[in-house]
């Protein structure tokens, strides 16, 4: 971005087009105001024109104070460039020294919409800051806004206003002081580890309009005891609760569609899941090693546990497993220690390699003689069940009949080719 000092000239040089004009003040700080193609930045120009004709001085560009007390920010102290469109302003960096800080809602009448340049590890405000409110017209947090390395950022508050609809990957990542925060009605998307890294979270409440989570959103926030998922939500991405071992419960709301992979990997606090209606996959490691947890209630929708999709919950004594469930991929209960009996499902068509490995308290494996399965392990059912000591006789054998069972079902299911 090209840059000058701007001392009251008639006109602005013709080769700064896209570039940026620094308004000096008398402080020494600097705002960057962006000057695009005339198509876009003409507003901007002319108001910056008409200022310096008119004001004689410079200072007279930056009247307006946002806030009192310890909120005593100017236009002055932020650096900003003109939206993709043109319309508003992109809030880029905080050069001020207070350790509140009030976003205006203005700057040089045109109105405040996005925060942060979205460039990698380019925060808006230091380390130092402490607060921050965001004002309202702002649609959008973008990548890295407020990024901070691990453990090194004071900022415990942030408000921010209904009408943002995006929080971009990293916004948050490493506000290792942010106890709490609330999110707004409206806001759709929260980005790839948004808020990961947070450890004094302690609680999050997501708004109702929120369709996605993001990768690792919340990962690593390791206090984080609450978090309350709204009605909508259609997808939890991967990891995105993973290592908060602090969270106890989490109500998985009804239109759920994706639990992405290790989604909630390692919160070894959690004690109870219930899937909702209509959920119809778990995705790998979902819950892999969520120690406490000791219920699960599937839905009856449910249609596929990925591998070690359970992995490692020791806690777990009992499961029971919907009639139309068709997949068991490998690992997916593996060192599930506590679990002591199963029933697989009629609809049950494929066992993974492994799927209950290790399971050292399992004495009992039934199913209906109707069971579909076609899909085994390469060494056989048996597999699937290796190092489960306590397994009664009967059980065995009845797992050893799956193996005669599932080549029937494939050669009847060739016949009606």
């Known amino acids: 971005m090209k840059r000058m000092l701007l001392k009251a000239p008639k006109s602005l040089p013709r080769e700064l087009a896209g570039g940026a004009v620094d308004i000096p003040r008398a402080s020494g700080l600097f705002v960057t105001m962006p000057v695009h ?3 876009t930045g003409g507003s901007l120009r002319r108001k910056l024109h008409a200022k310096i004709r008119h004001g004689g001085r410079i200072l007279a560009l ?3 104070l946002c806030g009192t007390g310890a909120f005593a920010q100017t236009e002055a102290d932020f650096a900003v460039r003109l939206t993709a469109d043109g319309q508003g302003v992109v809030i880029l ?4 020294t207070a350790a509140q800080v009030r976003i205006p809602a203005l700057i040089q009448g045109m109105p405040v919409r996005e925060i942060g340049s979205g460039e990698w590890r380019d925060p808006v405000v230091g380390p130092e800051v402490t607060g921050v409110v965001i004002p309202a017209g702002v649609t959008k947090i973008n990548a890295y806004a407020f990024y901070q390395e691990e453990g090194g950022s004071e900022l415990a508050s942030v408000t921010i206003p209904e009408g943002v609809m995006e929080i971009g990957e990293y916004a948050f990542y490493g506000c290792a002081s942010l106890t709490a925060v609330t999110l707004p009605v409206g806001l759709q998307t929260i980005g790839e580890r948004a808020f990961s890294t947070c450890p004094s979270l302690t609680a999050i409440v997501l708004p109702v309009g929120l369709q996605t989570i993001g990768e690792g959103a919340f990962a690593y926030c390791s206090s984080l005891a609450v978090a309350t ?3 909508g939500l259609q997808i939890i991405g991967g990891y995105a609760f993973g290592e908060c071992t602090s969270l106890t419960a989490v ?3 009804a239109g759920l569609q994706t639990i992405g992979g290790r989604a909630f990997e390692n919160c070894s606090s959690l004690t109870a899941v219930t899937l909702p209606a209509g959920f119809q996959t778990i995705g790998e490691g979902a819950f892999a090693y969520c120690s406490s947890l000791a219920t699960v209630v599937f839905s009856a929708s449910l249609q596929s546990i990925g591998g070690y999709a359970f992995r490692g919950c020791s806690s777990l004594t009992s499961i029971t497993f919907p009639a139309g469930l068709q997949r068991i991929d490998r690992d997916a209960f593996a060192s599930c220690t506590s679990l002591t009996a199963i029933t697989l499902p009629a609809g049950l068509q494929t066992i993974g ?6 399971c050292s308290s399992l004495t009992t494996v039934t199913y209906p003689d109707t ?3 076609t ?3 390469q060494g056989g059912a048996a597999e699937a069940f290796t190092d489960c000591p306590r397994l009664s006789p009967a059980s065995w054998a009845a797992i050893k009949k799956l193996d005669e069972l599932a080549k029937a079902n494939r050669e009847r299911a060739k016949a009606k080719e």
């Open 62 to 64: 930056l009247t307006a």
């Open 93 to 96: 960096k905080y050069t001020g």
């Open 353 to 358: 390699e492994y799927a209950f490995y290790g």
């Open 229 to 231: 998922l709204p009605e």
């Open 375 to 377: 899909g085994l392990p």
């Open 251 to 253: 109500a998985l709301p």
């Open 37 to 39: 193609q005339r198509r």
């Open 371 to 373: 069971i579909q399965i």
